[in-house]
């Protein structure tokens, strides 16, 4: 139970990216899709005996802004396990995706009550809003699997002016009061997330399609990528800390976003090779943050 007790939440955000990853590499062979699933199964597991033998520290962590912003990972995650269940189990598998979404609802009602409304602190802003607001796209990516086709652009909608709303936010957060913690610096990484979960919302979501939004989007996404994976280069030497959860979804969805937008247009040579050299990254990423974790916990 020792393992149970010392899995930080925020290692939730591995579990979204290894759900993720399993529909990422599902097209080179399904039982990837499998393997990586039932490794993010096993750290479910734990996180929910965790919420169950530990509310104590589970309502501990709750009082800090960060952490509670990343556990937005954790209903981003069952709505994506909700979509490996759909062959097996239906009607559990819409249940696990209502849950997803209505827990998520309420911790973007939480948050903004608690963090925005009464407690705001310029400080204590970083990356992780994003995973609170524009991270319910991710009911706009899953719906569809439940064939939910009312609501699922709403969700993008909502996601998409959230963006608009934070960004300004974070941007002036970092460049007025820049981060000096190294537990915080992979939260950095989280910026590749932002516009590569609105393409994969917008392309599962959309009854049509502009290419040039599409693009528009894209093209900021590839610059945020570029920029995180090079702040990913220069703090992978630091100490482990729970944050590195942020090395791992991020560059998941980016994949999944180049892979949209190749299936969206002709083929092209360029968009091939990026998604190849995306989807090489997100593995290795997610291969070394699960290794670190293990470590972490086999040391604790």
């Known amino acids: ?59 501990q962590d709750f009082e800090n802004p960060i952490i509670l912003s990343s556990c937005g990972t954790f209903s981003m995650a069952l709505m994506i396990l909700s979509t490996y269940l759909k062959a097996f189990m239906p009607i559990l598998s819409y249940g696990v995706w209502i849950i997803g979404v209505v827990l998520h609802i309420l911790l973007m009602i939480y948050f903004t009550y608690r963090f925005v409304i009464r407690e705001f602190d310029i400080n204590t802003v970083y990356p992780t809003w994003w995973i609170v607001y524009v991270g319910i796209t991710m009911a706009a990516i899953t719906a569809n699997v439940h064939g939910i086709h009312e609501a699922d652009f709403t969700f ?31 939260l950095i990484c989280i910026f590749t997330a932002l516009f590569s979960i609105l393409i994969v919302g917008y392309l599962n979501s959309a009854e049509s399609i502009s290419n040039e939004f599409l693009m528009i989007l894209y093209t900021f996404a590839c610059i945020f990528y570029i920029f995180s994976l090079y702040k990913f280069i220069d703090y992978r030497n630091i100490d482990f800390y729970p944050s590195f959860a942020a090395f791992t979804f991020p560059f998941v969805i980016s994949a999944l976003a180049t892979k949209g937008v190749v299936k969206n247009f002709a083929p092209n040579i360029l968009l091939d090779n990026i998604l190849t050299v995306e989807t090489v990254i997100a593995v290795l990423l997610v291969a070394y943050v699960v290794m670190r974790y293990a470590k972490f916990l086999k040391n604790s």
């Open 156 to 186: 993008f909608i909502i996601g998409f002016i959230s963006m608009l709303v934070t960004t300004p936010v974070i941007f002036y957060r970092y460049i007025r009061y820049p981060n000096k913690t190294d537990m915080n610096k992979p």
């Open 1 to 59: 139970m020792n393992i149970v007790k010392k899995l930080p939440l925020p290692a939730s955000g591995l579990i979204l990216a290894l759900f993720s990853l399993g529909n990422l590499v599902q097209d080179i062979h399904p039982y990837l899709r499998y393997l990586f699933g039932g490794i993010g199964g096993i750290f479910l597991i734990l996180i929910l005996l965790k919420v169950i033998f530990y509310p104590k520290s589970i309502r």
